[in-house]
């Protein structure tokens, strides 16, 4: 359910960065004639690389995760159609978030970052709890994914007293450093897999499958040169550097 949630938001997010032919790019007012960020499944590549590869310590990722569920208690946000899960008791997304917080198993990155957009969202347009998509940010217009964005680089006042207040010391006090930070890497993740072979790419055959989102939408022709493995040496001959 969350995952759903997770993966609907980052697809709203990708095609803030590369828009394509999508509806997320034509619901946020930016359609293109060319494929985009969704044709390259970069939002599947933001959640792999959150989840798995990204080094966040449990210490922040666990108390911003139980502030942003604070800060939603009194927004309630559908979770759509789960016949699997009991309806009544998710009728809020604070209700599915602390369920996962009284676990003891590892706060997927990807829900955490899912959760901080929708709460900006909220905070940019309160109409976006109601919507085509499921997740509030991807129902926001460009201009206001872009404010959206603004509030987490400069500073959200409420959000930060609200994460600030649950960070273990010696965290207490950066919070506007973390979303800001959070922030930047959101948008060089989003654009490194739209315009990366990722989604293409055989691990066996070390070649991509179809010609990448990415390559056509940079112009970019590989011409039949793959590279060597051989080591070629160090600029005209060098063996060492020194600081002299």
Known sequence: MLA???????????VFVVPGQDAYSRAQGTPRAEAGA????????LIEALDNFVPFPDQIVTPVAS????GLADVPLPLGDLPQLPLTQLIQLDDAVRRLLRNDSTIPLSIVVALLLNTMATRVNPLSTNGVFLS???RLSFEEKAKAFALLEEGDAALISTIDDQLPQPLRGTASGILEFIAGALLEFSAFGAFSEWSTFDKEKLWVTETPVGWKLAGYDP???NGWDDFKGYYQGREEVSSR
Request: aromatic share 6%; net charge negative; proline share 3%.
């Open 4 to 14: 759903k949630l997770a993966r609907d938001t980052l697809n709203g997010l990708v």
């Open 38 to 45: 969704i044709e390259a499944d970069a939002a599947a590549f």
């Open 67 to 70: 502030a942003l569920a604070t």
């Open 136 to 138: 509030p940010f991807a």
């Open 223 to 225: 011409g039949g040169m």
